[in-house]
């Protein structure tokens, strides 16, 4: 994929017009402010805008240039000077250009609102008719590896990209007792879904719940679609209190999500286990799809714990 530039980063400042909680900013590689639309036009400084960066520096920020194009930087709060004014944002950093969704925060706010989540939405989906306009170019022998290990409709990790992380994952924790969870979901009637819309929108609706989980989900976390119906979210140094808190993450914000891709409200079932004493990888897998298997017997759109 290529990466993001000034124009794609133009491209989504005109989605925020007409909302009032979510504004975005455009900037240079060096700091300056490109374009701004909504709050942070009073926050942020006309030139060198970099300087109102008070938590996480612009230096910090700039430590963290190894995103991939679809995945930001750094996710939570931004504190702006003067006055030191809090913001929820999202910073993406790819190529020349970076981008900035930041979100107010009022009490009754939660960290990631629909708005939020269908920015990102956007942002992905018009980055990939960007790309489209490009031109395709001949695959490099790095780009079939990759290709190799990537599903190819939501561009997570296939099945063999999961068998090969959860190998290497309990290793490590076998080695050095390191907490280690697992996610197992489904998307709730999901066959019915694409029986009745057909394969184009069933596919959407994938690639919206890719879209979530990685924003959900970090760097250092491995999420995969091993089946038509069936995604695994291997969460290393993770203890099983805060696997609770990301998958309940995952399933509220599809179902905020859902509606703008499918017309209608999908939700999402998701299983949980984490690594016993003792442990393989098979029975951390089963005991995360017995979960499953549970929250969606009982109606679905709903987290379980094995």
């Known amino acids: ?9 133009l491209g989504v400042l005109p989605l925020i017009r007409g909302l ?13 402010l490109i374009a701004v639309e909504g709050f942070l036009a009073a926050m942020l400084p006309a030139g060198a805008a970099s300087a109102a960066f008070e938590s996480p520096s612009w230096s910090e920020l700039g430590a963290l240039a ?19 004014q809090a913001v929820n944002a999202r910073v993406w950093r790819t190529g020349g250009a970076w981008l900035l969704v930041a979100e107010l925060l009022p009490d ?3 960290p990631l609102s629909r708005a939020t989540v269908r920015l990102s939405n956007d942002l992905a989906l018009a980055r990939h008719e ?15 590896r990759v290709l ?7 561009g997570l990790g296939n099945q063999r990209a999961f068998n090969q992380a959860v190998a290497a994952e309990a290793l490590r924790t076998e080695r050095y007792g390191q907490p280690l969870s697992l996610l197992v979901a489904a998307i709730d009637e999901f066959e019915s879904f694409s029986a009745e819309r057909g394969s184009e929108a069933a596919d959407d609706v994938l690639r919206c719940f890719a879209r979530v989980v990685c924003n959900e989900t970090r760097k250092t976390d491995n999420a995969c679609r091993v089946a038509p119906n069936r995604f695994m979210m291997l969460l290393p140094h993770t203890e099983r209190e805060r ?37 393989n990888a098979a029975a951390l897998a089963d005991r995360a799809g017995h979960a499953l298997a549970a929250a969606r017997a009982i109606g679905g759109d709903r987290v379980m714990v094995a």
């Open 20 to 32: 009032t909680t979510v504004s975005a900013a455009a900037f240079s590689a060096e700091g300056r």
């Open 148 to 154: 190799a290990f990537a599903d190819r409709i939501t």
């Open 243 to 279: 696997a609770a808190g990301v998958s309940d993450r995952i399933r509220t914000a599809f179902a905020a999500a859902s509606p703008g891709i499918a017309g209608r409200l999908v939700t999402a079932s998701i299983g949980y286990a984490a690594w016993h004493a003792g442990d």
């Open 130 to 144: 960007l790309e489209e306009l490009r031109g395709r170019q001949s695959a490099s022998e790095e780009q079939v």
């Open 108 to 110: 009754d706010v939660e």
């Open 66 to 84: 190894g995103a991939a194009a679809d995945e930001p930087v750094h996710a939570g709060e931004i504190r702006l000077s003067p006055g030191s």
């Open 1 to 9: 994929m290529h990466g993001m530039d000034e124009p794609t980063a």
